[in-house]
């Protein structure tokens, strides 16, 4: 195992003195969504899967058009590719949100105007953007990593710093890495890269660095081979100004602008923006993360080896799930968290994703008591096909102190009685649909319950 030591490295002599003492290493991570609007719209309509594809603009004829193929087609998924609105059909001043990287290809990209793009590549599909739908799998995203326990500072619809700087070895934080990126693409069926790199600058670089589905490192040691290469405009506060600027000075590369005198670009920059310029371009750079407020939930969950039925692996099922309601537990107990609900989430052998929730008066963080409320959701459950994925989720999150154990189970005790809903997720896409609790008589023999549970 490597040991992480990202903050050692070159160091320019004119900088060194701008840095009056060495802080702590930290591992950050940047998770930057792969053509995040793209691929949400390929997720209703897989039949565009490696084609050039637009997101942009919000005209009328090309929702009309589209409204018209849905009441024609039935469901999105059926549209012939060859009746989809076409970028060429495209008249106005709309731009571009996003480009699919088959489009990218082309040499279109966001914020390029819808008809400049269609020059360059006419017959790409044109969707106009559903902003509502983008957001919903933002929120989905950064739930699966807040839902690990992981600190991170939101920078949009779909780019968050996550702090790794816990994790014991670089090796640990690219294994982990790698798991966000799987339990994400689980949860939403969207791809995502990674950069890992002592500080936010780095980091939002190396998530760059090798897209789609990327993991990259950029380290001081690398900065030479991997940094100084790129354009200046690479460098995230580096804009389309300062770059005109820069070049017009000879500056063109990172490498360039790293070799630059301070008093030199002082003449054309002023004193402290030249001072980030020639830091940016060491890869030094020392702001903090702004950390979103404590976590909503915590989660665990589990892809299962096999696709298992219900009745048939009833068994290993129930301790399973038994495993993960420990699980669960030892983690809101690490965090000295008490939750209030308890949701259940299962994956069908097709991707359907239901969940059933349940919140209860009595905070705990106790395994039994999990347990025992997870199965009150397990009930309701209507287990028609082979499980997935099985997953538990604390939510109503508090740190007070463990109240009294009550003498009284919260089957007997009114003020335990839970409050129950549910959801139904397609293609990762949660809506709520009340319905009745669905009593099933399979689960519930998974394990006894405790009518008291042990505290
Ligand atoms: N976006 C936008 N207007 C822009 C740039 C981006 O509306 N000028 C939106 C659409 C993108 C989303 O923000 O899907 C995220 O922006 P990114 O720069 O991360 O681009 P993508 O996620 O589309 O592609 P990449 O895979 O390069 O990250
Ligand atoms: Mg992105």
Redesign the pocket.
């Known amino acids: 195992m490597r040991e992480i030591s990202l903050i050692e490295g070159p160091k320019p002599g004119d900088v060194e003195a701008t840095r009056t003492e060495k802080p702590a290493p930290r591992l950050i991570a940047h998770l930057?969504?792969?053509?995040?609007?793209?691929?949400v719209e390929l997720l209703r309509f897989p039949q565009l899967q490696g084609l050039a594809l637009v997101?942009g603009g919000r005209s009328k004829t090309i929702m009309q058009q589209m409204q018209q193929l849905q009441a024609q087609y039935g469901a999105l998924e059926s549209i012939a590719v060859a009746q989809m609105p076409r970028l060429r059909q495209y008249q106005g001043r709309g731009?571009?949100?996003?480009?699919s990287?088959a489009a990218r290809a082309f040499g279109i990209g966001?914020?390029m105007g819808l008809m400049k793009a269609a020059t360059r590549c006419p017959d790409a599909i044109l969707l106009a953007?559903d902003f509502e739908r983008?957001r919903e799998y933002s929120r989905r995203f950064k739930a699966v990593i807040r839902d690990q326990g992981l600190s991170l500072e939101d920078r949009?619809?779909?780019?968050v710093y996550i702090d790794l700087s816990h994790c014991a070895s670089l090796e640990q934080a690219q294994a982990l890495s790698r798991q966000l990126q799987s339990s994400i693409f689980e949860a939403t069926r969207l791809s995502c890269?990674i950069g890992l790199a002592p500080n936010k600058l780095l980091a939002k670089i190396a998530s760059?660095l090798r897209?789609?589905k990327g993991l990259s490192i950029l380290t001081h040691a690398s900065i030479e081979e991997q940094l100084w290469p790129l354009p200046v405009s690479r460098l995230h506060g580096v804009g389309p100004r300062t770059a005109t600027k820069l070049l017009a000075l000879g500056i063109n590369t990172i490498a360039e602008l790293a070799a630059s005198r301070l008093e030199d670009l002082q003449r054309h920059f002023g004193s402290s923006h030249s001072r980030w310029l020639i830091d940016a371009s060491w890869g030094i750079d020392e702001r903090p993360l702004v950390l979103s407020s404590e976590p909503l939930s915590i989660s665990r969950e589990t892809t299962l080896e096999r696709d298992m039925h219900p009745k048939q692996d009833r068994r290993e099922l129930g301790g399973i799930f038994t495993q993960l309601c420990h699980q669960l537990a030892t983690d809101l107990q690490h965090k000295e968290r008490l939750c209030r609900a308890i949701s259940v989430k299962i994956r069908n052998d097709q991707f359907k994703t239901s969940t059933r929730d349940v919140s209860f008066a009595q905070a705990t963080n106790d395994p039994a008591q999990l347990r025992y409320w997870a199965s009150q959701c397990l009930k309701r459950f209507p287990f028609d096909r082979r499980i997935r994925l099985l997953g538990v989720k604390a939510a109503g999150l508090t740190s007070k102190q463990l109240v009294t154990a009550s003498p009284v189970g919260p089957k007997s005790d009114p003020h335990c009685e839970g409050m129950y809903s549910e959801s139904l997720v397609t293609n990762g896409l949660e809506q709520s649909q009340p319905s009745a609790p669905v009593q099933h008589p399979l689960w519930p023999e998974l394990e006894p319950e405790p009518t008291t549970p042990e505290v």
């Open positions: 930057d969504m792969d053509a995040f609007f793209a691929s997101v731009v571009i949100t996003t480009a990287y966001s914020g953007a983008y949009g619809i779909d780019e890269s760059d897209k789609p």
